[in-house]
């Protein structure tokens, strides 16, 4: 009886130690793991702090570019753009397109300009005053010659009885000085006439100049558009990363880049230099901004058999790192190619751009009417289909005229509306039948000709069964 009330003891000491080093444990992994909350925790205040302290520096430097800028600490960006555009406008409309618009390089063209003025007003002067001169000078020639024939008459006059061979030979003499002046004045009428043909031939001379100069324009500026490079030649960022087993990848862009959620960009393969439809592998749109330079993106679409890779390219000809594109749209809008153009499919065009960061600047309404303007800042002017026959065919037709008028006078790049599409990643929707894990057995069942419905599924055989029917 004493050996199993020593055993029974044994048993529970055993029970109790073991007991022991399992709390013992517990109580070393619930330490470690508050540790390392902790940590965390702290290292989470410390990039708030940073990010506050960025945030501080940030609200201090764009106050005093607002003071700089004559403006209070309140005034909103949309003024401040608004008020800048207009002094660009007011200001510096004779700046070259090519050099940059702002205000450390205005003044100096302002300058420039108010000397190019003084000095054509100073020559303007003094041209003036040496024609001023030369009339003055032959009104006094002429006076004088006129005094001094009064004179001589009113001499005859006076000795008229003693002087009448006097006076006669000084009419004689007045009178040839009169033809002599009267030719004169005719020899000055053909010079002067001379001298309007001739400025006449240098007016016409000049304007075919101008002509010449403006094609040369026009040459030099489609020459320069051949040269310069679209954007969309250009990528905007590359796959870094992908997961195809759950349709995300992974990109080289973040908020230092200004990128947002949505935006969607094709993507075509590394090495090839075409960018046309036809060799796009797939979309992708914005999920998730993770760090200044990466975000998580979705497959929106892509090819089996040519699937997204890490370093393919992508492209948006409506986002730039760090700024806006700039649109315009012209033409009907007709995206589902039914010959019209609809309020649904412009706000479609519409919300393209708002969630790829762009910015319209004038557009085309479906019913021929022109909202905004475009400018030489406008990237892109999207063409639409001709106007439909009827009462507004006539009123799109010239608004669509005017527009892409207006575009080659700014340098504007005029694309085709399935073109701008496609390279905003857009496709129309369509019904896709998917295959593997995702595949659905009511998509592919065996139907015999005819259209008969002897053929029924199978089904996985039971107990007691005698076949799989």
Same mark, same amino acid.
């Given at each position: ?43 989470? @205040?410390? +990039? ?8 501080? *520096?940030?609200? #201090?430097? &764009? $106050?005093?570019?607002? /003071? ?122 053909? @010079?002067? +006439? ?8 240098? *007016?016409?001379? #000049?304007? &075919? $100049?101008?002509?010449? /100069? ?137 919300? #393209? ?117």
């Amino acid at each position: 009886m004493a050996a199993r009330d020593s055993q029974g003891l044994q048993i529970g000491l055993i029970v109790t130690v073991m007991f022991s080093i399992a709390l013992l444990i517990a109580c070393y992994v619930l330490f470690r793991s508050a540790d390392e909350a902790n940590a965390k925790a702290q290292a989470a @205040e410390d +990039s708030l702090n940073k990010a506050n302290e960025i945030r501080d *520096t940030s609200l #201090l430097e &764009s $106050q005093e570019l607002k /003071k700089m800028l004559g403006y209070d600490i309140g005034a909103k960006l949309d003024e401040i753009t608004t008020n800048f555009e207009q002094d660009m406008k007011l200001f510096g409309a004779d700046v070259p397109p090519s050099d940059p618009k702002h205000y450390r390089t205005l003044s100096g063209y302002l300058l420039s300009a108010i000397n190019s003025r003084h000095a054509q007003v100073v020559d303007g002067a003094i041209r003036e005053k040496t024609l001023q001169k030369e009339k003055d000078d032959a009104e006094a020639r002429e006076i004088a010659k006129r005094d001094a024939a009064i004179k001589a008459q009113q001499a005859a006059v006076a000795t008229l009885a003693d002087e009448r061979t006097k006076f006669n030979t000084g009419l004689e003499q007045f009178k040839s000085e009169t033809s002599r002046l009267e030719g004169e004045l005719s020899k000055k009428q053909k @010079e002067n +006439s001379a001298l309007v043909s001739q400025l006449s031939k240098e *007016t016409t001379s #000049l304007l &075919s $100049q101008i002509d010449t /100069k403006e094609k040369l324009i026009r040459g030099l500026r489609e020459k320069i558009e051949g040269l310069t490079p679209e954007s969309f030649d250009i990528a905007d960022g590359k796959i870094t990363w992908v997961n195809q087993a759950e349709e995300t990848v992974w990109v080289n862009l973040g908020f230092a880049d200004g990128l947002n959620r949505q935006i969607t960009f094709s993507v075509y393969d590394r090495d090839d230099n075409t960018r046309t439809a036809d060799k796009i592998k797939g979309e992708i749109e914005i999920i998730r901004i993770r760090d200044a330079h990466l975000a998580e993106a979705k497959i929106v679409g892509s090819s089996v058999s040519n699937p997204i890779l890490p370093d393919d390219l992508l492209f948006t000809p409506a986002w730039t790192p760090g700024s806006p594109q700039r649109f315009a749209f012209t033409g009907v809008l007709d995206i589902n190619h039914d010959g019209k153009s609809t309020e649904a499919e412009h706000n479609l065009i519409r919300n #393209l751009i708002a969630i790829n960061n762009g910015v319209i600047d004038a557009e085309m309404l479906p019913d021929g009417k022109v909202t905004g303007a475009m400018s030489i800042n406008t990237r892109y002017l999207v063409d639409g289909d001709a106007g439909p026959e009827g009462s507004t065919s006539e009123r799109i037709m010239t608004a669509r005229t005017d527009m892409t008028n207006a575009a080659a006078e700014l340098g504007v790049k005029k694309i085709p509306l399935d073109q701008f599409l496609t390279l905003m990643g857009y496709r129309r929707s369509a019904r896709s039948i998917p295959l593997g894990k995702a595949a659905n057995a009511d998509d592919f069942k065996a139907k015999p000709p005819g259209g008969s419905t002897r053929f029924r599924p199978r089904s996985a055989p039971t107990r007691g069964a005698k076949g799989a029917y």
